[in-house]
């Protein structure tokens, strides 16, 4: 059994016209300009590539954490073979120097190595001009995920969870 009164849509139409109430459309939803293009250089190169030994892929993540202090934010840099970390910083910014930063400490501790891949998410701080000038001046190939396809995203976010609840658990 329905609830309320049955009525056509012309009848509420004019009974808000007599108590002066407008409908609020709600507005659709507009792309930003040039999104497509940004976007368009960094390719998600995982869908051709066999991660079949270590070097080949590395995977960049950043997370926040709440400390004592307040916020901070944790990047790392991992081997998608091995799942190492082979670099972490913590700093209380999220910017594109922290994670030029902490790429440039894993290319150190390995070396540069031939045909790497490095793969993140969609974040500014992995797409924009100077991460992508640092990257191909290091002889590295960028690697974006796809909008909407999580199973691209999912190698680095398995560490910091664990590491968000454990730290959680210590107040660190």
Not at 62 to 91: F, H, K, N, P, Q
Not at 110 to 125: A, C, K, Q, V, W
């Amino acid at each position: 059994m329905k609830a309320g009164w049955s009525c056509s849509r012309r009848r509420v139409a004019r009974l808000m016209r007599v108590a002066g109430l407008r409908a609020k459309a709600v507005r659709g939803y507009r792309g930003k300009a040039g999104i497509r293009a940004r976007f368009a250089q960094h390719p998600n190169r995982l869908w051709e590539t066999d991660v079949d030994h270590v070097n080949r892929v590395w995977v960049g993540d950043i997370t926040y954490l709440r400390v004592r202090e307040g916020w901070r934010y944790l990047a790392i840099v991992m081997d998608r073979y091995s799942r190492r970390i082979l670099a972490w910083t913590l700093t209380r910014r999220r910017t594109t120097r922290e994670t030029c930063h902490v790429l440039a400490l894993a290319l150190q501790r390995r070396g540069p190595p031939r045909d790497l891949i490095f793969h993140s998410d969609r974040g500014t701080e992995y797409t924009s001009g100077p991460s992508a000038t640092f990257v191909a001046a290091h002889g590295v190939r960028q690697s974006v995920s796809v909008r909407g396809r999580r199973t691209t995203r999912t190698w680095s976010p398995s560490f910091t969870p664990s590491r968000r609840s454990s730290r959680e658990a210590r107040l660190w």
